[in-house]
């Protein structure tokens, strides 16, 4: 008898445990299910329309980098080495600074700053690179997730900002804040298909 009550009480151990493990992975799984919807992408960031704080940090050459850079529309690209999609972007964030010299770029990254000059060998100027230590930097524009995007105008005004999945992603962010309708971007792109 008093084998069965330590099995049975081993096994209502087991199971509570069990439970909980359960538990914590669904709540997992549902902050992230929110972090993803529209809902929460919107919660990240500074709201469009709104001057971006001013920042001063230091690129991974230890030149000064002031977020968002007054006098020029700007690109800032939080992310972190250990994103799989960030890594993703990196070969498109090079083509797209280039494309687009009258913007200045800047990604900052979560990491090390070991880590992160590891993880951005590929991206070359006129990419700016700052390591984001406890990204301390996307926390303080209230940014928590990545590949996440903002683009800033000459006066530090966000113009658009969100969630971003590679270099056509980057173009098309860039064309919603000079403006251009998306439903216009994508016919346009269309008639572009037809004729290629």
């Known amino acids: 008898m008093a084998t069965a009550f330590w099995i049975s009480y081993a096994a209502l151990w087991f ?14 799984h549902f902050g992230q299910m929110y972090m993803v919807s529209r809902e929460g992408r919107s919660s990240h960031g500074p709201a469009e329309g709104a001057p971006l704080k001013a920042t001063n940090a230091e690129d991974l050459h ?4 002031r977020l968002p850079e007054l006098g020029r529309s700007q690109v800032i690209l939080f992310a972190t080495t250990d994103c799989g999609l960030c890594a993703e972007i990196k070969p498109g964030l090079n083509n797209f600074a280039r494309a687009h010299v009258d913007v200045d770029v800047s990604l ?4 090390a700053a070991e ?12 990419v700016r690179v700052v390591p984001d230590r406890g990204r301390k930097i996307a ?3 209230g940014i928590s997730i990545s590949p996440f995007l903002l683009i800033t105008n000459e006066d530090g005004i966000v113009l658009t900002r969100g969630i ?12 919603v804040a ?4 998306l439903d216009e971007l994508s016919a346009l792109e269309v ?3 037809s004729h290629a």
């Open 115 to 126: 880590a992160v000059e590891r993880w951005s060998r590929d991206i070359n100027q006129p």
């Open 191 to 193: 008639q572009h298909d």
């Open 164 to 175: 971003v999945n590679g270099e056509e992603g980057l173009e098309m962010a860039l064309a």
């Open 15 to 28: 199971l509570f445990v069990a439970a909980a493990i359960a538990m914590l992975a669904l709540y997992n």
């Open 139 to 141: 926390t303080g524009y």
């Open 62 to 65: 230890g030149l000064a980098v």
């Open 178 to 181: 000079g403006g251009v309708d």
């Open 108 to 111: 900052i990254c979560g990491g």
